[in-house]
């Protein structure tokens, strides 16, 4: 008996505690000095900050990159298809083709750990938005550096005109 009215209470004090909250935005929306959303972010200038910490869309460095291939063995679902071609006369790869298919990836960040030169990690972007499933299909070793290793600046139009460019923009030999 004594069970089923402690039941009882917390169920009566948890819909209570879930309804004060909805009455609470409630009442908020008639605030006059409420701003918007967007007031607050004007997307893409001011856009919703993200915690130092997020998972989204990756950092690379195409110049440091040895073509190891580890980062594509350790995703589990197989998105990161890497182009490398050898170099006559020099050690090492040419980096011909770095491209995460986004379709695909899950953000779980397995990629980072095992790149023995640091030069894969996850950005704070998190949006990539297309009209079309390529537009999701990001190849990294067509994005000039600073656009590929910038923490913010992965957008959509940069990806998009990175499809555009006929010769890629690969390093030389690695250094
Ligand atoms: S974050 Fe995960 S799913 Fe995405 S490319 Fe890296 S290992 Fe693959
Ligand atoms: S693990 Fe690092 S160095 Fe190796 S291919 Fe991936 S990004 Fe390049």
């Known amino acids: 008996m004594l069970t089923w009215l402690r039941n009882v209470y917390a169920a009566v004090v948890t819909v209570a505690q879930g309804l004060a909250i909805t009455i609470r935005y409630w ?44 980062c594509a063995k350790a995703c589990p679902v197989d998105c990161i298809y890497i182009g ?24 779980c960040a397995l990629c980072v750990e095992p790149c023995p030169v640091d030069c ?32 913010s600046s992965l957008n959509p139009t940069a990806v998009a005109e990175s499809k555009v460019i006929v010769e890629p923009v690969h390093s030389g030999p690695n250094q």
């Open 27 to 70: 009442f908020s929306t008639y605030n006059k000095d409420r701003k918007a959303f967007t007031e607050h972010f004007e997307y893409p200038e001011l856009p919703v900050a993200v915690s130092p910490r997020y998972r989204g869309f990756h950092r690379f460095d195409l110049t440091t990159c040895i073509a190891c291939d580890q």
């Open 120 to 151: 894969i990690f996850m950005g704070g972007t998190l949006d990539l938005s297309s009209y079309s499933r390529d537009g999701a299909i990001v190849d990294f070793s067509r994005l000039p550096v600073e656009i590929a290793w910038g923490r």
């Open 84 to 107: 490398k071609e050898r170099v006559e006369g020099a050690k090492g790869f040419a980096v011909t083709g770095f491209t995460i298919d986004y379709t695909k990836c899950m953000f």
